[in-house]
Nanobody, 116 residues
Framework: QVQLVESGGGLVQPGGSLRLSCAAS????????MGWYRQSPGNERELVAV???????TSADSVKGRFTISTDNAKNTVYLQMNSLKPEDTAVYYC??????????WGQGTQVTVSS
């Protein structure tokens, strides 16, 4: 069993900041990549930002310069620092971890709402 526990979502005003966390635990080994996706109503799930075990990161153009992904490998935890939030960032954010040979796990999702 692998558990991904997300935290940090909530309601924030435009221009504000939030920090998401996702801690992986259980029978997980050889993490290859950790990251975040998001999905808003009527839209497909999209990549927000991911980071490999080697430290290489990729992020969506829409969040570059505003969102920063980082990890604490000792804690199997990935973070997403979100600054200068916009209403269009409103979505359910999902943690994603690729591990082992070809395994992939998803978190339960955390709601981020950007509204005044």
């Amino acid at each position: 069993q692998v558990q991904l526990v997300e935290s940090g979502g909530g309601l924030v005003q435009p221009g504000g900041s939030l920090r998401l966390s996702c801690a992986a635990s259980g029978s997980i080994f050889s993490i290859r990549r950790m990251g975040w996706y998001r999905q808003s109503p009527g839209n497909e799930r999209e990549l927000v930002a991911v980071i490999t075990s080697g430290g290489s990161s990729t992020s969506a153009d829409s969040v570059k310069g505003r969102f920063t992904i980082s990890t604490d490998n000792a804690k199997n935890t990935v973070y997403l620092q979100m600054n200068s939030l916009k209403p269009e960032d409103t979505a359910v954010y999902y943690c994603n971890v690729r591990w082992g040979g070809s395994f992939e796990s998803w978190g339960q999702g955390t709601q981020v709402t950007v509204s005044s």
